[in-house]
């Protein structure tokens, strides 16, 4: 790992488990929940927002105004609000992706949860995603929280994560096999 990479890694872990532990004790780790699945929404969503967090061209007092109004707006929890702005004063925000993936396994941890990410080549019905999840939940013997993501690449079929295991039934995974195993003959 790089050192950037292990810098922002432990810088996260620690704002993760202060929210996690104050949200704990709180009793409110559906809000804080909501509030993870709301911000991880809007920095997929919103360019301007990555560049705030991200930017070094705002002031540390622009950059926590900024922040703790949109967190305000988004009527997220006081201790997200709080801690988003001692990350801006800090100049932490760098790391806030990585701290919503650890406060989601922190939480998925807490409930006995896995998140299961899975790419499909067009939206599944939700039929798809109920069966889905009872072929997961049989097989990885947990309660199962699904993260859809579309790929029109993928041609047709599914990529599924779970933990460190992956299953890859798509078209263009099989038909790269194909051209490799067609190059090894020739």
């Known amino acids: 790992m790089s050192e950037p ?3 922002s890694s432990g810088i996260a872990k620690r704002y993760a488990t202060a929210v996690f532990e104050l949200a704990k004790e709180a009793n ?6 909501a509030d993870v699945d709301a911000l991880d929404g809007a920095l997929t969503q919103s360019a301007d927002l990555r560049s705030l967090i991200t930017s070094p061209v705002y002031s540390r007092d622009q950059v926590a105004t900024a922040i703790t109004a949109v967190a305000a707006k988004m009527k997220l929890s006081q201790i997200v609000i709080g801690t988003l702005g001692l990350m801006a004063t800090k100049r932490r925000l760098f790391a806030l992706p990585q701290v919503l993936t650890a406060l989601r396994a922190q939480i998925a941890a807490e409930k006995g949860e896995v998140t299961a990410e899975i790419t499909s080549a067009k939206a599944l019905s939700k039929a798809q995603e109920t069966d889905l999840v009872t072929v997961l939940k049989a097989r990885v013997g947990k309660e199962i929280k699904l993260k859809l993501t579309v790929d029109e690449s993928l041609i047709g079929g599914l990529v599924i994560k779970v933990g460190s295991q992956m299953i890859d039934s798509s078209i263009k995974a099989q ?3 194909l051209k490799n195993s067609m190059k090894e003959v020739g």
Request: hydrophobic share 60%; net charge neutral; charged share 15%.
């Open 5 to 7: 990479a292990s810098i």
């Open 28 to 33: 409110s780790l559906k809000s804080l929940e």
């Open 175 to 177: 038909l790269a096999a």
